[in-house]
Structures are given as structure tokens and as C-alpha cells.
């Protein structure tokens, strides 16, 4: 993990929504952990409808929370997608689906 940069975009419930530095080359997603961020915390992909799927759940967090956060963080879509183009300093976003 030493030097990567990893972009908070914001918490929710006790969980940090962030990116890691290294991405960019695979389509737009988030991670998502409680405490120190990990390279295999749960990993969160953006639809282009604006929605979310589930990558992965390296942090083990329950159904019923995740299911919010993935809800919250489809309502962030739009500030994602920014905060994406900005970390990564690119104007075209690949999608997951």
C-alpha cells in the first residue's frame, strides 16, 4: 500500500468510500471498508444507468448494510463520476455494464 494515493470521496455509516491511485485502467468503481483502508476491501462498480454492482465483498459487511450503502452510493453517482475524472484526469469513464 505504500505509495499509493488513495482518494477518500466520503463516509458513510463508519465506512470510508474511496479509490485507489493504481485503477484507472478498469472501469469505474469504489471500495469500501470500516478503519485502515485494504487492497482487498469491498469493491463496488458504477452502471452507466447510474447504479451499482457488487465486485466483491472482501470486507465481509452484512447484506442488509450493504444494500444501503450501495444506495447511497448509486444517489452519489454523479459526484463519483467527477471525482473519478479528476483523481484519474480523464474525460472518458469506462463502465462496468
Known amino acids: 500500500m505504500e505509495g499509493f494515493k488513495l482518494p477518500k470521496?466520503?463516509?458513510v455509516s463508519?465506512?470510508?468510500?474511496?479509490f485507489w491511485s493504481d485503477?484507472?485502467?478498469e472501469p469505474i468503481h469504489v471500495h469500501v471498508a470500516k478503519g485502515k483502508p485494504?487492497?482487498?476491501?469491498t469493491k463496488i462498480w458504477l452502471t452507466k444507468s447510474g447504479g451499482c454492482i457488487l465486485a466483491s465483498n472482501g470486507s465481509k459487511i452484512s447484506n442488509k448494510e450493504l444494500n444501503e450503502l450501495m444506495?447511497?452510493?448509486?444517489a452519489q453517482?454523479?459526484?463519483i463520476c467527477?471525482?473519478?475524472?479528476?483523481?484519474?484526469v480523464t474525460e472518458d469513464?469506462?463502465?462496468?455494464c
Do not use: D, H
Not at 463508519?14 to 474511496?18: E, I, L, M, R, T
Not at 485494504?38 to 476491501?41: K, L, R, S, V
Open 9 to 11: 470521496l466520503f463516509m
Open 14 to 18: 463508519g465506512y470510508s468510500v474511496y
Open 23 to 25: 485503477e484507472n485502467n
Open 38 to 41: 485494504t487492497p482487498n476491501a
Open 71 to 74: 444506495e447511497f452510493i448509486s
Open 77 to 79: 453517482f454523479f459526484l
Open 82 to 88: 467527477a471525482k473519478w475524472k479528476q483523481a484519474f
Open 93 to 96: 469513464i469506462k463502465f462496468y
